[in-house]
């Protein structure tokens, strides 16, 4: 059995929640691989939202299993709050949900760190979320990181105050106020809640499962354009958002991949500091931000807009391997007149049609300007009600990258969903 990937494919917030939650009624396990409480996956049914930050999308639908994988960083105090609510609307979760051992935790000063080295850079800050996230990992490539199953072993407090002796000492050289103390008893707390769920050896328990013919989807978190690596770096997350990440983050062999499902938007959004060569200052810019109620599901904080940007894409197609395509939010430049594409870039003044190493360098998109449709896309029921401006649209997409579209979504809710 092969397992399948879901992940955005550009700056993150293409709509991945929806996606996975969509694509969940297909599958009997949802595993997700990596990040934290940064990426806030929105899910809109029955006339409710739901925002999921840790937990898997496919928490909603009955009969699933749903995986914190080892790639995950998970901050106690927000795993239960999620989880809280969840269980408040009727989902029974500890029935639903696993997580990985090999997950590392988020402490409260990690927190602190965060906020510290966010603010000692000043103007080059890069957009952190501060949650936690970066320390965290920075832990756990320097082998000092604390993990989920060290909650449930001898010692675990001992280890605990030994990491956190080691933050303070860090935090000395940073001249930034904090307590230290704050929100330390709530964490104690909330890892006691944590002990409630079935901790488990991830990465065996999903092979087992792929040799018993169960059907699996992995759920990336954030967007390929923030990979660690491949990214516009340094204005990056701190884990692989790309679909190799699902192999590191489950414990799964590159062989076990099946097909890749690409999100992406009709249009790009990014949030935070870092290069956008399609970003828009103007009024159509701003129509897009309120069209698409372009504001983060964990901070609020407005995204930046823009334009296609089909050379970004392109790579990230490229580095994962995508199989299938998914286009969110087209119903958004519903009454736009003109639509714009970017399909290359004018680089320090040399034409390039890569996505360059120097992120930072003098990146101009070169544009391709296609009509607009002109109708709503919400109340489209089928491929064949289609406006022919918007199938043009799709199928230039298609033919540039390669890959085929084959889910449209016209709307927020589940039901707003057409396969192609």
């Known amino acids: 059995m092969k397992l399948d990937v879901v992940l955005g494919l550009q700056w993150g917030d293409e709509g991945k929640g929806k996606i996975v939650d969509y694509l969940a009624e297909k599958y009997q396990m949802i595993a997700r691989f990596q990040g934290g409480p940064n990426a806030g996956h929105s899910i809109h049914f029955d006339g409710k939202k739901y925002v999921l930050r840790s937990i898997p999308s496919g928490v909603f639908r009955k009969g699933t299993t749903n995986i914190v994988g080892s790639g995950v960083v998970l901050d106690p105090i927000t795993f239960r709050s999620e989880c809280e609510a969840i269980e408040a609307a009727g989902i029974p979760l500890k029935q639903r949900l696993y997580i990985s051992k090999k997950a590392h935790l988020i402490l409260p000063t990690h927190k602190i760190i965060d906020a510290a080295q966010e603010a000692a ?12 996230i970066g320390p965290t990992y920075t832990d756990k490539t320097g082998r000092n990181g604390l993990r989920v199953g060290d909650c449930i072993a001898p010692g675990f407090k001992e280890r605990f105050d030994t990491l956190k002796a ?212 919400s109340g489209v029921q089928s491929e064949s009600e289609f406006p022919e401006e918007f199938k043009a649209y799709i199928d230039f997409i298609e033919s540039e990258l390669k890959v085929p579209v084959r889910i449209v979504s016209t709307g927020a809710d589940r039901e707003q969903t057409i396969v192609r």
């Open 166 to 377: 080691k933050h303070l000492d860090y935090l000395r050289s940073f001249d930034f106020e904090f307590d230290a103390e704050e929100h330390e008893e709530e964490w104690m707390d909330a890892i006691g809640y944590l002990k409630q769920f079935r901790l488990i050896d991830g990465e065996y328990f999903v092979n087992e499962s792929l040799d018993n013919g169960i059907s699996i989807l992995a759920e990336g978190a954030q967007g390929s354009m923030l990979d660690i690596d491949f990214g516009s770096y340094p204005f990056v997350t701190s884990s692989n958002t790309i679909c190799p990440g699902a192999c590191i983050g489950l414990g799964i062999a590159p062989s076990r991949i099946g097909r890749v499902w690409g999100i992406f938007k009709a249009y790009c959004t990014r949030v935070g500091s870092g290069p956008f060569p399609t970003e828009l200052f103007d009024e159509t810019g701003e129509r897009l931000r309120q069209g698409g109620a372009e504001f983060g599901a964990v901070t609020g904080r407005p995204r930046r807009c823009g334009w296609l940007d089909l050379v970004a894409l392109k790579y990230s197609v490229m580095l994962s391997g995508v199989t299938d395509l998914i286009m969110m939010k087209a119903d958004v430049m519903d009454s736009f007149d003109t639509i714009k594409v970017a399909t290359s870039y004018i680089v320090d003044g040399q034409p390039c049609d890569i996505f360059p190493f120097d992120t930072q360098a003098d990146i101009q998109p070169v544009y391709r300007e296609f009509s607009g449709w002109k109708k709503p896309l």
């Open 121 to 132: 850079k000043g103007k080059s800050k890069i957009g952190s979320t501060l949650k936690g």
